[in-house]
C-alpha cells in the first residue's frame, strides 16, 4: 500500500507550458522595468529644468545624458517585448496544432474500428437480403390485390377519389298529391239569424236604431 500512495501522478503540465509561463513571466518583468525607467525620465527631465533655474547648466546637462542613455535602453525593452510576444503566440498556436493533430488520430483511429466491423463481403450480402425481402414483399401484395395491373389500380384510384367529390343525395320528393280534407259545415262561422242594426244620420250624429228579430 505505501507504493500505491507514494507514487506520484503524471503532472498535465508539458514543456511547452512550462515555455509558455517562462515567456509571459519575462514579459511581465519587462514591463515592469519599462515603467520604472518611465518615472525615472519624468523625474530626470523636472529635475533638470530645476537645475537650470539654479543656474546649475552642468549638472542639468548631466542629467539629461542619462535621460538620453535611459531612453535607449526602453526603445530596446519595446523590441524585446515584440520578440517575447511573438515566441509566446507562436508556442500557444503550436499547442493548438497539436491538439487538432491529436483530435485528427483519434478520429481516424474510430473510424478505421468502425469500418473493421463489416466488410465489403458482408455488406454486398446484407443488401442483396434485403432487395431479397423487398421482391418477396412485393409478390406478396401482387397476390393480395387480386392479379390486378397496374392500369386497374389507376382505375380504382380514379373512381374512389370521383366518389369523394360527388355531393350527398337529398331525399326524394313524393310524385303522389297529398290527400285532400273536405270542408264540412262545422268548419265554417255560425251565420246571425238576427237583422244587422242599421244607423240613422241626423244633426247630432249617428244614432243607433235596434231592429227586433222577427
Known amino acids: 500500500m505505501g507504493t500505491i500512495f507514494s507514487k ?5 503540465i508539458t514543456e511547452q ?4 509561463l517562462a515567456l509571459k513571466k519575462q514579459r511581465d518583468q519587462l514591463k515592469q522595468y519599462q515603467k520604472r525607467i518611465n518615472n525615472n525620465l519624468e523625474k530626470d527631465r523636472e529635475l533638470a529644468k530645476k537645475l537650470l533655474q539654479e543656474g ?10 542619462k535621460k538620453k542613455y535611459q531612453e535607449g535602453l526602453l526603445d530596446q525593452t519595446d523590441k524585446q517585448l515584440d520578440q517575447l510576444e511573438k ?22 483511429d474510430a473510424l478505421q474500428r468502425a469500418n473493421s466491423i463489416f466488410s465489403v463481403e458482408e455488406i454486398e450480402d446484407l443488401m442483396l437480403e434485403t432487395q431479397e425481402a423487398v421482391d418477396k414483399q412485393r409478390e406478396i401484395d401482387t397476390l393480395i390485390s387480386g392479379q390486378l ?11 374512389l377519389d370521383a366518389l369523394l367529390l360527388e355531393e350527398p ?16 259545415d262545422d268548419m265554417l262561422p255560425d251565420v246571425p239569424t238576427s237583422d244587422l242594426p242599421q244607423v240613422e244620420k241626423s ?4 244614432k243607433k ?6
Open 149 to 159: 395491373s397496374e392500369s386497374d389500380e389507376d382505375d380504382v384510384l380514379k373512381e
Open 209 to 214: 236604431i235596434a231592429v227586433a228579430a222577427s
Open 169 to 184: 343525395e337529398l331525399p326524394n320528393v313524393p310524385a303522389d298529391k297529398l290527400p285532400s280534407q273536405p270542408i264540412t
Open 203 to 206: 244633426d247630432g250624429g249617428a
Open 17 to 20: 507550458d512550462k515555455a509558455i
Open 56 to 65: 546649475k547648466k552642468d549638472r542639468a546637462k548631466l542629467l539629461l545624458r
Open 87 to 108: 515566441l509566446t503566440q507562436d508556442l500557444e498556436f503550436t499547442q493548438v496544432e497539436k491538439q487538432v493533430i491529436d483530435g485528427l488520430k483519434v478520429g481516424n
Open 8 to 12: 506520484k501522478e503524471k503532472s498535465r
